[in-house]
Every structure is written in C-alpha cells, then in structure tokens.
C-alpha cells in the first residue's frame, strides 16, 4: 500500500507563480525525500528532509514538515516552464524502505 | 559522475513471452532497487540489494519476476511469463546505503514494457 499521497493529483499555474504541493502519510518515519520527474525520464531527486526538522529551502524550494500531523509540503517559488514535471514524496521508514505516493502533476504555463 | 545505465528502453512482448531488463548503477553504490511505475502512479519498490544480496523482495511476485545482482554491480530482471498487467515501466535506482541521507535514490530512465 502507497504510504504518501500528495495532493493535488494535479495543478496548473503560470509562470512565475509559487506552486504549493502537500504530502500525507500514516506512520512513523526516519525522513521525507521529494522527487521530480519529467515525462519520460527516471526520477531525480529535490530535497531530503529528517523528521527532527521542520523546514528546509534549497535554491526556489522550500520544504515543511509536520510529524504531528503526518504531512509535508513543498513550495516552488517564482516557478518556470522549466518545473512542468510530476512531483512525488518519499517516506523512508523504520524498515529503510523507500515508499512513494502517487504524485502531483505540475504545469507551469509560460 | 555517470548515472544509472538501463536497457532497453523500450520492450514489446506478447503475453506469456519472457522479458530481461539490465541495470548497471552509479559506480561505488552499494544498494541498487527495482522499481515498478504503473502509467499515473508512484514508483512500487519490488526488490531491493544491498551489495549483491537482498534487502527487501516482499513485493516481487517471485512466481513471475526474478532478480539478480552478480558480484555486487550490474542487476538484471526478469519476467517469465509475462501478464497484461506487467504492462510499466521499469525504473532501476542506486544508492550509497539504504538508510538515512544516505538513502538518496539517482534513477535511470527506465525501460517501458509493453504487454499485448
């Protein structure tokens, strides 16, 4: 079973916009990973972020989460054609697996 | 740096017929993964190495798929025979070590499975 699922299954803006991408899961977890992948393309990932934070920028991303409610939630600022991808979230687990919710399809209109 | 290497690309099979995906990770990565990515869902983890032993397989279906790892690099998968259902995208992904920062995945492209 899925043990991420991001919402919205899909959201579109235009450029320049900040784009807002949320992240739920159900048990405890050791940290939360986001990825990105272009149509076509394997993942490649954005941001790792351990569950004793509670925010971390990189670059035009920004990631909160939230232990006690079980959600994480990536911020693009001043996005670009570029970002056009779907987004996924990654919880790794006591058992070290990696597990991936169902995504979050971005369009960024130019 | 050279990515994670996957091949083919592209496969189209009938059911029943055997297919091998071939994987050769990011030089120095102990732990390698084989990932299913059924078309508008996330990647399902099916088998995971660490060096050239296994990890986790509990989400391979072991009376079809089969994977191996020789001497700790290159993996391969297989399916015999194959389902409609096998119908995705093979995604292979390697990584330093399978637990904290360390766990950061780097993907391939994949190869994208057809099953008529």
């Known amino acids: 079973s899925q043990q991420g699922e991001e919402d919205p299954q899909a959201l579109s803006i235009q450029e320049g916009e900040n784009a807002t991408m949320n992240c739920s899961y159900k048990t405890s977890i050791n940290n939360l990973q986001w990825y990105r992948q272009n149509s076509g393309r394997g993942l490649v990932h954005l941001i790792l972020?351990?569950?004793?934070?509670r925010e971390k920028h990189s670059g035009r991303l920004r990631v909160t989460l939230d232990t006690s409610k079980k959600s994480s939630s990536l911020l693009i600022t001043a996005s670009r054609a570029a970002d056009t991808a779907s987004y996924f979230c990654a919880t790794e687990t006591s058992g070290s697996r990696l597990t991936f919710g169902e995504g979050t399809q971005l369009t960024v209109n130019p | 740096e050279a990515g994670v290497a996957q091949s083919p690309r592209y496969k189209i099979i009938e059911k029943r017929q055997s297919v091998a995906f071939w994987c050769n990770p990011i030089s120095g990565h102990a732990t390698l993964y084989w990932y299913q990515q059924i078309l508008g869902q996330g990647p399902k983890l099916l088998i995971q190495f660490q060096n050239n032993g296994v990890v986790d397989d509990s989400q391979l279906p072991k009376d079809r798929f089969s994977a191996e790892r020789l001497k700790g690099v290159d993996s391969t998968l297989k399916i015999q025979p194959a389902k409609l259902e096998d119908s995705a995208v093979y995604l292979c992904a390697s990584s330093h070590s399978f637990r904290g920062a360390k766990n950061i995945q780097y993907f391939g492209a994949g190869t994208r499975l057809s099953v008529l």
């Open positions: 972020i351990r569950s004793n934070e």
